[in-house]
């Protein structure tokens, strides 16, 4: 089955593009998704979810399904949806609404294990027949640390569906379901709760070799902030960051980027084991003693600066 006539699937090279910032858009303006996509932002996550009221659902549905048909060519910019969680009776009626518009990818939300994904991935698979679609086209970017099951489940990820994208976290949701008065310490700091989640998404991230997609700051006017927290999640091993404000992507963006001293290191590096004798496991770069650790570390840091640049 060929995609419907003028509708266009994304180009498979560019859904594998790194997602370095990923721009939260309520679903039910078509003003906010207008300026969105002027940004800089990798992706765009339009919200069927927690910035749509019950009483404008379906207005957001129509929305997002003619910006997601009007935006064909997503060389650019992606163009994601999050949709209600499948505990709900608004999930499949989301996904009914926009699969037409041929998303990059379904960000799920209040996952509670892999089975979720693989619950989404048979869905998708038989909507996607029905639209016309290339099967296995829409990726899917669940949000895995919500409910307090989920924490249990982190390790579950790897293998579960071709479409999976990366793994992502928040915090307000599992608060709220805990109960807690407040996820933060005195000093502003996730409470250690919160701090586990955040890792747990890493290693089962890494673990199932997909993306990781750190959660969202909210003080959106405070940039020297926002740049410190982006590298910091760089430097821990996230891949990307998602944003609520369009003013947050261009420091999103320079966060993750190494800088030139890091890209010169990393060339050296590389350099180095290259002029080694054949099959060394260990070289000697400026005083120091380098192993193959180092060595992985600077391949992906170029392989990941050389995506963006192509990007």
């Not at 976290?169 to 379901?177: M, Q």
């Not at 050296?268 to 180092?294: C, N, T, W, Y």
Request: hydrophobic letters at 40%; glycine letters at 8%.
């Amino acid at each position: 089955m060929t995609p419907k006539e003028g509708h266009k699937v994304p180009n498979p090279s560019t859904q594998s593009a790194p997602l370095r910032s990923l721009l939260f858009v309520p679903g039910d303006s078509e003003k906010k998704m207008t300026k969105a996509q002027g940004t800089q932002a990798s992706g765009l996550i339009l919200d069927l979810e927690d910035s749509v009221s019950a009483d404008r659902t379906d207005t957001a549905r129509r929305l997002v399904r003619e910006y997601l048909l009007g935006h064909a060519d997503r060389k650019r910019q992606q163009v994601w949806v999050r949709i209600n969680a499948l505990s709900t009776a608004m999930a499949l009626p989301d996904l009914a609404a926009i699969v037409a518009g041929a998303p990059d990818g379904i960000m799920l939300p209040k996952v509670g294990s892999a089975q979720d994904v693989v619950a989404l991935d048979h869905y998708l698979t038989a909507l996607e027949q029905r639209e016309g679609l290339a099967l296995g086209s829409i990726r899917i970017l669940p949000v895995v640390t919500e409910t307090p099951e989920a924490m249990f489940t982190l390790n579950s990820y790897k293998n579960c569906s071709s479409r999976l994208a990366g793994l992502t976290w928040g915090a307000e949701d599992l608060s709220a379901a805990l109960g807690a008065a407040s996820n933060r310490v005195v000093g502003g700091e996730y409470e250690f709760t919160y701090q586990l989640a955040r890792s747990l998404c890493l290693l089962g991230a890494h673990a199932a070799g997909v993306q990781a997609i750190e959660t969202i700051s909210t003080n959106f006017r405070d940039h020297e902030a926002l740049l410190s927290e982006v590298r910091a999640s760089r430097r821990a091993g996230f891949d990307g960051k998602m944003a609520i404000h369009p003013d947050q992507i261009d420091t999103i963006n320079a966060g993750f980027a190494p800088s030139d001293l890091e890209l010169a290191q990393a060339r050296a590096i590389v350099q180095a084991f290259e002029s080694a004798k054949l099959g060394a496991g260990a070289v000697q770069l400026d005083g120091r003693m380098l192993d193959k650790p180092h060595l992985v570390q600077a391949l992906r840091m170029l392989a990941s600066s050389a995506e963006a640049n192509h990007g």
